[in-house]
């Protein structure tokens, strides 16, 4: 284009740096944008959008701040989007401060976080063993009427599953129920699994068969808990009929699951 004396516009470098991110260019889409700014372009919020989220599907918080900084340097208030694909990304890295941080930055500038933003933030609670954290978010989301959506209620069952709270558990999928909220093979899978660990591979395969009942196909993740659980209780005939069930269904063996055999 240049070389034609055309002058690209502010939509052919957003195009270009979409293809770069797309292709996991990541190194040549901060390159493209320094080159866009040097000639003295204003990227547009899409343009910053577009990099932040590549920065942030290779775990570099750091140059996804100091983006969204200079995005207010420049006149653009980052959005709800921008700040929820950064905070998500401190949160896989398990750096919960700087996202906490983010968040209440977030709220202070007048933004209301949506479910997403918040689901991200109790997921990492939940792994890192926060509870209280946990608590005051979902107290905070009720305050604001912000309604769970499925992605929270596995993060919650899970979370009381590891602490062995069944019951608990069985609570809030009774819950999503009322509220219209289908349980999703997920919700159920996170079940099997945790009382394969506790050696309750009775109660696991009665979660089965309610999964089934609701016309819920067990997935990969569920087989291999099921054996698992077989497994930790001798229980090798078992194991291998749901081996040979996993493998009729079109389901892929982990490796782990066909070393046990």
Known sequence: MLKLGVEPSVVTFSTLLDGFCKQSKFSQAVSLFDEMVEKGYKPNLIVYSTIL??????????????????????????????????????????????????????????????????????????????????????????????PLNIFTYNTLID???????????????????????????????????????EGMVSKAEDVVDTMRKQGIEPNDFTYNALIEGHCLQKEMDKAIGVFQLMIKNGSAPKIRSQARF
């Not at 062995?164 to 909220?181: L, N, P, T, V």
Request: include cysteine; charged fraction near 25%.
């Open 53 to 146: 989220n590549g920065l942030c599907k290779i775990g570099n918080a750091d140059t996804a701040v100091r983006f969204l900084r200079m995005m207010e340097e420049r006149g653009l208030e980052p959005n709800v989007v921008a700040y929820g694909t950064v905070i998500d990304c401190f949160c896989k890295k398990g750096l919960l401060k700087e996202a906490l941080d983010l968040f209440s930055e977030l709220k202070v500038k007048g933004n209301r976080p949506n479910v997403v933003i918040y689901s991200c933030l109790i997921h990492a609670m939940c792994n890192w063993g926060q509870q209280k954290e946990v608590i005051r978010l979902l107290n905070e989301m009720r305050e604001n009427n912000i």
């Open 159 to 197: 979370m009381y599953c590891m602490n062995g709270r069944f019951s608990e558990a069985m609570d809030i999928i009774d819950a999503i129920r009322k509220q219209g909220i289908k349980p999703d093979v997920v919700t159920y899978s996170v079940l099997v699994d945790a009382y394969c660990k």
